[in-house]
C-alpha cells in the first residue's frame, strides 16, 4: 500500500513558483539613495545630468538632473559598484528662415518660459566630453543600502 501526500507537494510546487517569480521581478535586488553635489574644477555646477552605472551586467542606469546649485538626488541606485557619468547641456541656436533667431512661442512653447539658461549670469557651466563615458570618466562610487551621499568632484 502507497501511501501519498499531495499536500506537500503542491505547496513545493506553490512555492517553487512564487521563488521563481521573485526572481524574475527582480525582488533580489537591492536599492539605496545618493544625493550629493557636482563640481568641476572646484566650482558647482548649475546644470547637466549625472548617470549611476551599475556593474551588474543588464542592470538599469539611475539618473538626476544636476540643480541650478550643482545638487542632485537618485532615490533608486542599485547597491554596489557603479561608474559615474557627468554631462553638461549643449548651447544650440536655433535659426529659423533668414537665419533669424526664434522664440519658444514659434516652436510651440510659450515666449520667455524657456528653460535654457541664458545671459552673463546664468551660463552653463561645460565639463569636457570624457566626463559623460562610463570608461573615461575616472568616476565610481560603492552604492550602500539606504541613504549615501557623494559629492562628484570632477579636474582635468
Not at 84 to 104: F, N, Q, S
Amino acid at each position: 500500500m502507497s501511501v501519498t501526500f499531495p499536500f506537500p507537494r503542491r505547496l513545493a510546487g506553490t512555492a517553487l513558483v512564487l521563488v521563481a517569480v521573485c526572481l524574475l521581478s527582480g525582488c533580489g535586488k537591492k536599492y539605496g539613495s545618493v544625493s550629493g553635489t557636482v563640481s568641476y574644477k572646484g566650482k558647482n555646477l548649475n546644470g547637466g545630468q549625472v548617470a549611476f552605472i551599475p556593474s551588474a551586467p543588464g542592470a538599469e542606469t539611475a539618473t538626476s538632473v544636476i540643480e541650478s546649485d550643482g545638487s542632485y538626488t537618485i532615490a533608486k541606485v542599485l547597491v554596489g559598484p557603479n561608474k559615474i557619468t557627468v554631462t553638461t547641456p549643449v548651447t544650440m541656436k536655433v535659426l529659423g528662415a533668414g537665419g533669424r533667431m526664434m522664440d519658444a512661442s514659434s516652436m510651440g512653447g510659450k515666449e520667455g518660459k524657456s528653460k535654457v539658461a541664458t545671459g552673463p549670469d546664468t551660463k552653463m557651466t561645460k565639463v569636457p566630453d570624457k566626463f559623460g563615458q562610463p570608461e573615461s570618466s575616472g568616476q565610481t562610487f560603492d552604492v550602500k543600502l539606504g541613504p549615501n551621499s557623494h559629492d562628484i568632484k570632477l579636474t582635468d
